[in-house]
């Protein structure tokens, strides 16, 4: 797990390799990302959007916006957190991630954004 905390908001991600949606032989190895994203802030905030950089290991480079994540624009409260799985295919067994989500804290409509730690997408065979 990797973990980052920016203006008062943490975000921590985990990895999973998705074997049986992969296919390796035609490039295509998928897999899937669980997010927290708490509030240590005293201020309660909402997920407006996302912006993501995904790198495969063979150099090819794509970027991802779009508003909220999986649907959602949430609100988080002060020492509450938000979760969601989601995934990413690469045409590689090895690859990354990193990102930032864009903020407003309600109080006063003040717009931040918060930095999504790079992390690994990488095929357990690779490990060994």
């Not at 980052?4 to 998705?18: A, H, N, P, R």
């Not at 949430?74 to 903020?103: F, R």
């Amino acid at each position: 797990m990797v973990t980052t905390i920016t203006d008062g908001v943490k975000v921590s991600i985990e990895t999973i390799y998705q074997p049986e949606y992969s296919n390796p032989a035609n490039d295509h190895f998928m897999f899937a990302y669980k997010v927290s994203i708490e509030n240590m802030s005293n201020y309660a905030i909402q997920l407006i959007s996302r912006h993501w950089y995904i790198f495969d290991s063979n150099g090819a480079k794509r970027e991802v916006e779009g508003e909220g994540v999986v649907g959602q624009q949430p609100v988080i409260e002060p020492g509450h957190a938000h979760e969601y799985v989601s995934g990413c295919n690469l045409k590689t067994d090895m690859g990354s991630m990193k990102g930032e989500y864009q903020m407003t804290r309600l109080m006063d409509n003040a717009s931040f954004n918060v930095q999504i730690p790079e992390f690994y997408l990488i095929a357990p065979y690779r490990m060994n």
